[in-house]
């Protein structure tokens, strides 16, 4: 059965983007005890760190990142110097290290 007019110009039309969601599950929620901040918003690859405290548990869950387009892709592949592939969460953990740093000058 053939589409419409209105149907094709609507696939046409269609725009669509690629977006990103990266959680850890964290055994505690650390952020409470090194004073660091529940929302941290940047300019850099993660765009924003989000600590999200559920009640009744123990666990904590940090969303690194939620991005869209461009942002987005660049988590495909994240390399070191070595050559290795690093996952988001590495570079979040290295980022949180360095956020530590910084916040104690």
């Known amino acids: 059965m053939p589409i419409t007019d209105d149907e094709a110009t609507a696939v046409q039309e269609l725009h669509l983007m690629n977006s990103s969601k990266l959680f850890v599950l964290t055994t505690n929620k650390f952020w409470k005890s090194v004073g660091m901040p529940q929302n941290i918003q940047t300019d850099g690859l993660v765009r924003g ?52 740093r910084s916040s104690r000058n």
């Open 49 to 100: 760190l989000y600590c999200l405290d559920y009640p009744h548990s123990d666990h904590g869950v940090v969303l690194v990142s939620y991005t869209w387009g461009d942002d987005s892709t660049k988590y495909i592949a994240i390399k070191d110097p070595h050559g290795t592939t690093r996952s988001p969460a590495e570079v979040a953990v290295a980022l949180s290290g360095n956020w530590r």
